[in-house]
Structure formats: C-alpha cells, structure tokens
C-alpha cells in the first residue's frame, strides 16, 4: 500500500513538473493555448492567447465559443468552420488555417489557428478540442514586401539576376523584364548560359573586372557599380547594380546575385547639368575677371570725388552749402563701401585676392580698428570694449590688411545692430605645435539678434534676412560672405555664429599663423605694485571684468560699482571705517552721473581729495574736457584700454604711494 502511495505521489509529481515545462514553454514561444468543450460550448485559453489580442483574460470573462467568434472575422470563421467540420468527421486528424481576429484596439491581426479532436465519446462523436493561436502578422507583411518586390522586379526597371561563379559568369536566371529594358529574351539567354559580361559597354569592362575582384580580395558580401549595357539594337542604357556575393559552408563563392535598375534618364539630366554647370561658372568667371580687372578704373574716380569733397568744404560756404557736402560725401562713401565690397567678391570668384604674409604686430592692429570704429559705437552711445588674452602673440605672420577688412565687418555689423548695451571683442591664442598659433575671436553684441532658421542665409552673397533689414540699415549682403572667404583663406574654419533674436549675437571665427619670434608680448610680471585698495566704476560690467582680468595677479583688493552714486556710497563707507582707496578707475560715459561730474564730488570729500583718479574715455569723448589739470585727474586711460598702459599706470600710482 505504501509503495503504490509513493508511486501515485511521483505521477502527480511527473504530471506537475510536464505542466510547468509546457507553460514555459508555451510562454516563452507566446503562443495562445485554447481548449475547446463541443457539448457546452465552454472555452478554456491561456493568458497569452488574450495578449495577443490587447486584452488581459479577465476582461474576456465569461468566456465561450461566441468570445473567439465574435473576435474573428466573418469571412475567415466560416473557413475555419469548414475545417473543424473535416476534423469533426474525421476527414483530417487536425486542421490548419489562418483567420483575421480583431485587435482591442480596433485592427485585424492575423493569426495562425490550429486544432485537433482529443476526446470522442463512444459514438465517435467529438466531446474536446484543443489547439494554438500564433501571431503571424510580421510574416504577412514580409509576404506582402515580397509580393511588392516581385510586381517591381518583374515589370519595373529593375532586372534581378542571378549569376554562376565560373569563368565567364554565366546566367542561371535573369528576370522577364530584360526583354523590356533592353531587349533580350531571359528564357532563352539562361537556355544558351549566356555571358552577362557580354552586355557590358567595352569601355566599362575593365573597370567593372578590377572593382570585383578587388571586393572578392576585400571579402565583402556586397558591394555596388555604374555601367552601361548595350541593348539588342545597339543603343546604350545606364544601370546601377547592387550585387550580392552568395557563399556556401566553406566560404567559397557560389553565386552573384544582382539587382541593376536603369538609370539612364538620371545620367542624361546629370549630364546635361554638368555641361550648364561648367558653362554658368565660365560665364561667372569671364563677369569676375572683368569687373576684377575694373577695380582701379572704378575706385580711383570714387576716392578723388570724396577728396574733392573735402577740400571744396574747407572754402568759405554757407551752412546750408556745408551741409550739402556732407550729404554728398557721406552717399559717395557709401557708394564706395558697396563698390569695394562687390571687386572684393568678383576677385574671390576669380581667383585673383591675393594675400600678403609679411610680419606685423597683431595688438596694433586690433587696437587701430577698434579705435576707428569709436566714433561710430559713441553716436550710438554704446560701450565698445576689447579683451585680448595674455597668451596672444604680438608680432605674428599674415596679412593684416584682411584681418582688419574681417573685423571692421563684423565689428562694423555688430554696432549697426545695436541699440544699446555694448560690444565687445575677445581675442585668444592656441598655440599649436611651437611657432603656429591659432588666434580665436569672438565678436559679442547685445543687439538685435537672429533668428535659428536665419543665421544659414548670413553667409549667402547679395542675401539680407529679409527686405526691411536692407531699408532700415542698408549694405550689399555682401559683407559676411567676403569676410568667410577670407577667413577661410587665412586658415579658419567657416564663420560660426550664436544668436537669438532680441537678446545678442556672437560671431566666432580664427586665423592661422607664424610666429618667428617666440617673445610674446612684453607683461608686466616684473612690475612690483604695493598692496593697493583700488575702486572700479563703470556701467558696463564687461568692462569692469576686463580690467579685472588684466589687473589679475597683482597685489591689490578691487571693489566695482556700476553707477556714480553706488561709487560714492561706497567711498562714504570706506571713510567711515577710517579707511580709503589708493586709486580710482572711473569711466567718462555713464548714465545720470559722468565721469568728470563723479570726479568734482570725490574732490570735494576732504578725506579723498589726493586719492589718484584715472578717467577713461575716447578719443572722440576727450574733446569733452579741456585739460585733465583742470579737474584734477592724475592720468586719462584711452579706450579701448590697453593692458601695459593700465599697469604701468598702476605703478606711476603705486610709486607715487611709497612717495
């Protein structure tokens, strides 16, 4: 009794470990499991068989035949029925059959359905059924892809072939079409194992023999080419094959399977553009060569109408006559600006912008166009700032003329697109293998700003972002483009740009060059300053970060205010802790309160009446003041500020503190 215990209990066991392995197994192949009663119409599924379908089995709750019924598609139920009726009379052990059944979210899902009877009563009548559903949704799309494919292949322009590796190549199939495209019969080119080299253009033989074998070298398994073939008349037809190289077990070649569209028409109107390219850029070159050629006829009369100009306004004439010529002068630069800008482009096209490399001095000329662009910045009353790092060479190698054609540009159209707020310039150096540097600059403003999808035009000749930009602030479009080349020409990459519209732009770009002399310019590090308490003030807190950076190093404390009343506020808290500043950097241009103004106040605190005071200003502000004796200022400082002259001032103060 008790061995047939153990042995029951093993059964049970057995029984217990072959379900759990054949829902593992079901699970992990996903297929639906479904168990059918014929008497009381009850259906039992598995939970995956819902999965398929959207659902979870619970939402199917309570379930029968009419679930499944319900959920396929009419026209397929009754070939399914058919099917079950075959297995119910015993015509087929078990059936097979593909339905539609519909998705919860409204899509039929193809599904393959198969079943068998596994219960039958005495009468031989079914009692149960049982079988699987399977997703087959992503094979009926690959057959409708094939089908697809094979409409193409076999009446498109597409001629599928297939290829024996022997010697010669010869055909073991080729598509029907062939006989559209070009001609040739396919049954009877296959029955006579034509060559298919044969049909390729001799001049394009040697080169297609050369490609294959170098892919067969490379081991590719595909690789693509350009031929022509010459169709049953003679004439010449462009194809683009796609090769497939077929391998067996042993890696050795077996077959190649092609796929050559026409593309005949695509090579004429290539062809074709090719031809109406090469005579448009004759033509454009002929036009800039000329105009090229007209540069010094052109520019010399437009400089002697402006000279003229300039003497006829030093004679005796009336205001009204005075201002006359400065309209005329101010419409002849204009004209002149747009004339250079246009031989500029014409020379680049033409290839004749030649370029000088000869040595100069790099911070000269940074600070030669700042200054010039000044006056301009000053109308607008807009802070014109330049930081140069310390690791910038002075004496570099290239064409300064250029450079400063590049930066009167950008700087130029910076200031133009400013309301208000600032520029300001940074200039830094890489130094890339001992005597080549690359010298970066950033143009930064707080004007107008760009849209993203307008910054791609900058670039392009005669283009401005739209027509209202050309009204209101004139130019050719042309600028930008010149400055690009030449950049380029210099060694930079492309003008890169950051903007967005109403707060600022920053316009990016470098040069390359030699440095034959590796002293850079001369720093102050020997210069010893006393500990010095020193006071900034200037509206614009990117020139106060300048003076910081350039006073980095140095023994002193450095406070900043933004404003004259700030400063005063400052100096007043300074007093009251019995203490003071050795030297004050004020600048002239400030709202409410100037720099002059500021300065008469200090003078009248008693106990800052000797504090050193540095007045910075430009040269067309220095008109301003008659003489710096007269409002007691020790020193002015220029702007744009140059870093020797501000710490060599220092030290005049520093030295006069020992004193």
């Given amino acids: 009794m008790l061995k047939y215990k153990e042995e029951k209990e093993e059964m049970e066991n057995q029984i217990k470990l072959s379900e759990m392995r054949l829902k593992i197994a079901t699970d992990s192949a996903k297929i639906g499991l479904w168990e059918w009663n014929v008497i009381t119409g009850e259906i039992v599924f598995n939970s995956y068989w819902a999965e398929i379908l959207g659902y979870k089995l619970e939402e199917l709750e309570p379930v029968s035949i009419n679930t499944w019924e319900n959920l396929t598609h009419p026209d397929d139920l009754k070939k399914s029925d058919k099917m079950i009726k075959k297995c119910f009379d015993k015509e087929i052990d078990y059936y097979k059959c593909e339905i539609r059944m519909k998705h919860k979210k409204g899509y039929w899902l193809w599904i393959l359905d198969k079943g068998r009877v596994i219960e039958w009563d005495k009468d031989n009548k079914p009692l149960k059924m049982a079988g699987v559903h399977i997703d087959i949704g992503y094979l009926k799309k690959i057959e409708e892809e094939l089908r ?185 630069e204009t004209l002149l600006h747009l004339i250079n800008d246009l031989l500029d482009f014409s020379k680049i096209e033409a290839g004749k912008m030649n370029f000088e490399n000869i040595e100069f001095n790099l911070y000269d000329v940074l600070y ?66 001992g005597l080549n540097y690359k010298i970066e600059f950033r143009i930064s403003d707080t004007g107008i700003g760009i849209k993203q999808t307008d910054i791609a035009k900058l670039f392009k000749p005669f283009s401005q972002l739209d027509s209202s930009t050309t009204r209101k602030y004139g130019g050719t479009g042309l600028g930008l483009a010149i400055s690009n080349q030449l950049v380029k020409r210099m060694g930079g990459d492309t003008i890169k740009v950051e903007s967005q519209l109403n707060e600022g732009s920053d316009f990016y770009f470098s040069i390359r060059t030699e440095v034959r002399n590796l002293d850079i310019v001369e720093t102050t590090q020997k210069i010893l300053i006393e500990e010095m308490e020193l006071l900034i003030v200037d509206d614009n807190y990117k020139s106060r970060e300048i003076i910081k950076c350039y006073l980095g190093g140095y023994n002193m404390n450095i406070s900043e205010a933004d404003s004259g009343n700030e400063a005063i506020e ?67 400082l220029m702007k744009p500020l140059k870093k020797l002259e501000l710490i060599k001032s220092i030290e005049k103060l520093s030295n006069k503190t020992k004193e």
């Fill in 368 to 433: 030669d166009t700042v200054k010039l662009l000044m006056p301009k910045a000053d109308e607008k009353k807009l802070d014109l700032n330049l930081f140069i790092d310390s690791d910038v060479p002075d004496r570099v190698f290239g064409d300064f003329s250029r450079l400063k054609q590049i930066l009167n540009n950008l700087i130029g159209n910076a200031i133009k697109f400013t309301i208000n707020g600032d520029v300001t310039i940074y200039v830094k150096a890489v130094n890339i293998d």
């Fill in 570 to 636: 400052i100096i007043n808290q300074k007093v009251e802790e019995n203490r003071k500043f050795n030297a004050i950097i004020i600048d002239y241009k400030m709202p409410y309160m100037n720099g002059i103004e500021l300065s008469k106040i200090i003078r009248s605190i008693p106990s800052t009446r000797d504090t050193n005071l540095l007045l910075m200003m430009t040269y067309t502000q220095k008109n301003d003041i008659k003489t710096m004796e007269d409002n007691n200022l020790i020193s002015i």
């Fill in 148 to 332: 697809e494919e094979r409409k193409l292949f076999m009446g498109g322009p597409t001629i599928v072939c297939l290829l024996k590796n022997q010697k010669g190549l010869p055909l073991e199939y080729i598509s029907p079409n062939i006989k559209k495209l070009i001609g040739y019969d396919s049954n009877e080119l296959i029955e006579k194992e034509f060559k298919f080299i044969n049909l390729i253009h001799p001049e394009d033989l040697m080169r297609i023999n050369k490609e294959v074998e170098y892919f067969i070298k490379k081991n590719v398994l595909f690789f693509e080419q350009e031929f022509r073939l010459i169709d049953i008349k003679g004439k010449i037809r462009w194809f683009w094959n796609f090769t497939v190289i077929k391998k067996n077990d042993e890696n050795e070649i077996t077959h190649f399977h092609g796929y050559l569209t026409d593309i005949t028409k695509r090579r004429h109107i290539e062809e074709e553009l090719i031809k109406a390219k090469k005579l448009a850029e004759t033509a454009n070159r002929m036009k800039s060569r000329f105009l090229a050629n007209m540069s010094h006829e052109i520019r010399t009369p437009m400089n002697g109408i402006i000279g003229f100009l300039d003497i006829l306004n030093n004679t005796e004439l009336s205001e009204i006559q005075k201002d006359y010529i400065k309209e005329v002068k101010s419409a002849s």
